[in-house]
């Protein structure tokens, strides 16, 4: 097992199998009560917005007794002109054992990770890499169908909508295709790829496609700050009329059809916010299941 924690093809079938097993195993003894990080100092690095990814992140490492300093970098020595690699490599000669870093520029928590002796942690990097909501997202798949891993084989899931800026789809392909669960893809031509192939997934043609044959919807949202909308589609009306889901659409073709998205989502334009809140829904189920995937890889990471 390498050091550090930075895309799902580092890891074998068997660390994730391992991975996920032991955050079901601390979801089971939940309140948490371990010591495994005492003495650990770990510090938090997020030059993107988060709530989800960070918040678990904290709370999986509070749980598990880590120290955890969050930079504030606003106020930190990167607004008078240090680099980052410079403030990190301070960071780590005042005791940092870990950095869990999310941040745009694709590249650079390799190029670090080859310069410290601390453990790096992708929280986010660009639309690139989310390794950590890949695993949590299978996990609750696997929670949901039985902790059954060979049953994951007979699955068809497809992801709709932004795949182009989307750094979740881009791992969840990894992993799906560790565990051969069939993917498909579908949304405007204009936020799909052009090589599936890479990946081993195949995109469908219309919506109603999209819930007939699916097990599992993974809901991407439309991520405005990073573009013009418009460039895409004409409207965001018109999105959720073409490619959104609610509880009307799905209730007459799959009314068993499960729906998952990580978070935030954007009402009335990927999902209607009536079905998020449903019995189809797994969106709430994969926000509590963070915190247990996340312990979990720190401690497969620090210990």
């Given at each position: 097992?390498?050091k550090?924690?930075?895309?799902?093809?580092?890891?074998?079938?068997?660390?994730?199998?391992?991975?996920?097993?032991r955050?079901?195993?601390?979801?089971?003894?939940?309140?948490i009560?371990?010591?495994?990080?005492?003495?650990?100092?770990?510090?938090?690095?997020?030059?993107?917005?988060?709530?989800?990814?960070?918040?678990?992140?904290?709370?999986a490492?509070?749980?598990?007794?880590?120290n955890?300093?969050?930079?504030?970098?606003?106020?930190?020595?990167?607004?008078k002109?240090?680099?980052?690699?410079?403030?990190?490599?301070?960071?780590?000669?005042?005791?940092?054992d870990?950095?869990?870093?999310?941040?745009?520029?694709?590249?650079?928590?390799?190029?670090f990770?080859?310069?410290?002796?601390?453990?790096?942690?992708?929280?986010?990097?660009g639309?690139?890499?989310?390794?950590?909501?890949?695993?949590?997202?299978?996990?609750?798949?696997?929670?949901?169908w039985?902790y059954?891993?060979?049953?994951?084989?007979?699955?068809?899931?497809?992801?709709?909508?932004?795949?182009?800026?989307?750094?979740?789809?881009?791992?969840?392909?990894?992993?799906f295709?560790?565990?051969?669960?069939?993917?498909?893809?579908?949304?405007?031509?204009?936020?799909?790829?052009?090589?599936?192939?890479v990946?081993?997934?195949?995109?469908?043609?219309?919506l109603?496609?999209?819930?007939?044959?699916?097990?599992?919807?993974?809901?991407?949202?439309?991520?405005?700050?990073?573009?013009?909308?418009?460039?895409?589609?004409?409207?965001?009306?018109?999105y959720?009329?073409?490619?959104?889901?609610?509880?009307?659409?799905?209730?007459?073709?799959?009314?068993?059809?499960?729906?998952?998205?990580?978070?935030?989502?954007?009402?009335?334009v990927?999902?209607?916010?009536?079905l998020?809140?449903?019995?189809?829904s797994?969106?709430?189920?994969?926000v509590?299941?963070?915190?247990?995937?996340?312990?979990?890889?720190l401690?497969?990471?620090?210990?």
């Open positions: 097992m390498k550090d924690f930075l895309d799902i093809k580092d890891l074998t079938k068997k660390d994730i199998i391992e991975i996920l097993s955050a079901r195993q601390l979801k089971k003894l939940h309140p009560d371990l010591d495994v990080l005492k003495n650990k100092n770990i510090y938090f690095l997020f030059f993107e917005p988060s709530t989800r990814t960070k918040m678990s992140f904290l709370q490492a509070t749980l598990l007794k880590g955890c300093f969050d930079l504030e970098l606003s106020k930190s020595s990167l607004t002109g240090e680099s980052l690699f410079e403030t990190l490599v301070n960071l780590e000669n005042l005791g940092a870990a950095f869990i870093i999310r941040i745009k520029e694709v590249g650079f928590l390799d190029l990770s080859k310069k410290t002796k601390a453990t790096i942690i992708n929280a986010g990097e639309k690139y890499r989310h390794p950590s909501q890949a695993l949590l997202d299978l996990y609750t798949i696997w929670e949901e039985g059954d891993f060979e049953r994951l084989k007979s699955l068809k899931v497809t992801i709709v909508g932004d795949i182009k800026n989307s750094r979740v789809a881009r791992s969840l392909f990894q992993i295709n560790k565990f051969e669960i069939k993917t498909y893809v579908y949304g405007p031509s204009t936020y799909l790829l052009e090589n599936f192939e990946y081993n997934v195949k995109p469908l043609n219309s109603k496609e999209v819930i007939s044959i699916s097990d599992i919807v993974i809901l991407l949202r439309i991520q405005l700050e990073r573009q013009n909308a418009k460039k895409y589609f004409p409207s965001l009306n018109t959720y009329k073409l490619y959104g889901f609610n509880l009307e659409k799905i209730k007459n073709i799959n009314p068993n059809l499960k729906i998952m998205h990580p978070g935030p989502f954007n009402d009335k990927e999902i209607e916010s009536s998020a809140y449903s019995k189809n797994l969106i709430f189920k994969q509590k299941n963070g915190v247990f995937v996340r312990a979990a890889i401690e497969k990471f620090l210990i």
